[in-house]
């Protein structure tokens, strides 16, 4: 059952090493106390039907923490052979064509990085390919910090993509992300914005959308260059 609402603090202690006691001091931190993040947020009203939602935040603002106090841990969980290719990794109930769809769908359109073991992709190429496995389970899904190491072109390309996704097939997909310029490719059902602490819904005045008079165009030119991919993707 989803918590109406979440109040939590997280502490750490404060290391007594020389360079961070000057820097504690510069700030006018007591280093003899603990580090503290207090989190707290009311009126949280998921809706029964939804399929995307939103923990929006700066680095550091507690998401991750958010999201298992909410949700559990298991959302997180992934099983991943990284001695075997990224399409080796998917379902074999998939077809190759079906795969490739994915793949292209979610910016990893190197036909290389697919036949590689997953352990020698990049940041950016790992961060993809994941996503797609991630999208790929049964049940809720929580994807954390999947735009921070692609470009904003993908980033954008990933959540269109993922959002007909979970559309399409019903599926409930939570995003953790610090960007706000995936909102409008995303179009969360809800959101958590941990920099406000409040819960948003897309009615509600408070709900932060990129100016809406390009996002016409700017589909266009993403469509243009993910080669019609993502007109096309599983839907």
């Known amino acids: ?3 109406k609402s979440i109040d939590f603090i997280l502490k ?12 504690a001091n510069s700030l006018d931190i007591d280093s003899e106390k603990k580090s503290i993040h207090h ?13 995307i939602g939103l923990i929006y935040g700066s680095s550091g603002s507690g998401k991750t923490t958010l999201a298992k106090h909410i949700f559990g841990d298991k959302c997180f969980n992934l099983e991943l052979d990284e001695n075997k290719s990224i399409i080796d990794n998917l379902p074999e109930s998939l077809t190759y064509d079906e795969c490739s769809a994915l793949l292209n769908g979610i910016g990893l359109t190197s036909v290389p990085c697919w036949i590689r073991p997953i352990k020698t992709l990049s940041n950016g190429q790992r961060s993809r390919a994941e996503a797609v496995l991630l999208m790929l389970k049964n049940e809720l899904t929580i994807i ?11 980033a954008k390309a990933m959540s269109f993509c993922i959002q007909k996704y979970a559309k399409r097939y019903k599926k409930q997909i939570i995003l953790l992300s610090c960007h706000s310029d995936i909102v409008e490719w995303l179009k969360p059902d809800w959101i958590i914005d941990c920099n406000k602490q409040k819960f948003i819904l897309p009615k509600s005045p408070d709900f932060f959308l990129p100016q809406e008079n390009q996002s016409n165009f700017q589909l266009e030119k993403l469509t243009e260059i993910h080669g019609n991919i993502l007109a096309n993707i599983i839907i």
């Open 12 to 23: 750490s202690t404060v290391s007594k090493t020389f360079k961070c006691i000057v820097a």
């Open 39 to 51: 989190i707290k947020i009311d009126n949280i009203n998921i809706p029964n039907d939804w399929n």
């Open 144 to 154: 954390d910090e999947w735009t921070s190491v692609v470009d904003r072109v993908v």
């Open 1 to 3: 059952m989803i918590p």
